[in-house]
C-alpha cells in the first residue's frame, strides 16, 4: 500500500505570511496532484505535477515535484483568508490509482 | 459546463437503515468514482467504474456497500444496513481517458448514522 505522508497536519497563519505544506512517501509516483477543499464541497484539482523536479506557478502558489518523484512541496506567498482549506496531495502510480494524503487544514486570519 | 452532481447533499439515518446516493458525472467522461471521506482523513476509493464494468473494488465492504453504473453513466452507491462507522462524506469524482486523467469531484453527500 503506498502512503503519503502531509505535514503539518494543522496550520493557523495570519494573513500576508508565507507557508510551506508538504507531502511525502516512500513510493514513486508517475504523477503527483494538489487539490483543495473547502467546508461542505468536494476537493478542487490545483495542479498536476509530472516530471521529477518540476515547479509549476499558480498565481501565489508554487508547487514542486521531488527529484526521485516520491515528495512534493506547496508554498503560498502572501496567504489570503481565501486560501483557507484542506489541502490534499494525491499520488499516481502505474496502475493509475490515486492513493490520497490525510490532507492539511489551513487557516489563514485576517 | 456542468460539473459531477451528486444527491442528496446531507442525510440522516439511523443504523441498520438502508440509503442510497446518486451521482452523475461530467459529460463523456468514461470512469466514474466513489470516495468515502472520514472527517480528519483523505478520501478513500471505494469503487471505481470504467463506462459501465467495475475497475477496483478491493476497497468496498462488500458485505453491506453497492454500487453500479447503468449504461455507463450515471451512479448509485447503496449501503444496506448502515453502521455507526459509515457516517462521513461519500464523494464521486468523474474522469476522461485522455491526459493525467485528471479527476473532478462532486460536492458530496454528507451521510450522519445514528
Known amino acids: 500500500t503506498q502512503l503519503l505522508e502531509q505535514s503539518p497536519q494543522f496550520l493557523s497563519i495570519q494573513e500576508g505570511e508565507n507557508l510551506t505544506v508538504y507531502c511525502n512517501s516512500s513510493?514513486?509516483?508517475?504523477?503527483l496532484q494538489w487539490y483543495r477543499q473547502e467546508p461542505g464541497e468536494g476537493p478542487v484539482l490545483l495542479v498536476t505535477v509530472v516530471t521529477g523536479g518540476e515547479v509549476k506557478k499558480l498565481k501565489r502558489l508554487t508547487f514542486q515535484f521531488g527529484d526521485a518523484r516520491k515528495d512534493s512541496s506547496l508554498h503560498i506567498t502572501a496567504a489570503q483568508p481565501g486560501d483557507t482549506g484542506l489541502y490534499l496531495c494525491a499520488g499516481r502510480n502505474s496502475n493509475y490509482k490515486l492513493t490520497f494524503g490525510k490532507g492539511t487544514l489551513l487557516t489563514v486570519n485576517p | 459546463e456542468a460539473g459531477v452532481a451528486q444527491s442528496p447533499r446531507y442525510k440522516i439515518i439511523e443504523k441498520r437503515q438502508s440509503v442510497a446516493f446518486w451521482c452523475n458525472p461530467i459529460s463523456g467522461h468514461a470512469t466514474l468514482y466513489w470516495y468515502q471521506q472520514i472527517l480528519g482523513q483523505g478520501p478513500k476509493l471505494l469503487i471505481q467504474?470504467?463506462?459501465?464494468?467495475?475497475?477496483?473494488d478491493s476497497q468496498l465492504p462488500k458485505d453491506r456497500f453497492s454500487a453500479e453504473r447503468l449504461k455507463g453513466v450515471d451512479s448509485t452507491l447503496k449501503i444496506q444496513p448502515a453502521k455507526l462507522e459509515d457516517s462521513a462524506v461519500y464523494l464521486c469524482?468523474?474522469?476522461?481517458?485522455?491526459?493525467?486523467?485528471?479527476?473532478?469531484f462532486g460536492p458530496g453527500t454528507r451521510l450522519t448514522v445514528t
Open positions: 513510493s514513486v509516483f508517475s504523477s
Open positions: 467504474f470504467q463506462n459501465n464494468g467495475v475497475v477496483d
Open positions: 469524482a468523474s474522469s476522461s481517458q485522455t491526459g493525467y486523467y485528471e479527476q473532478y
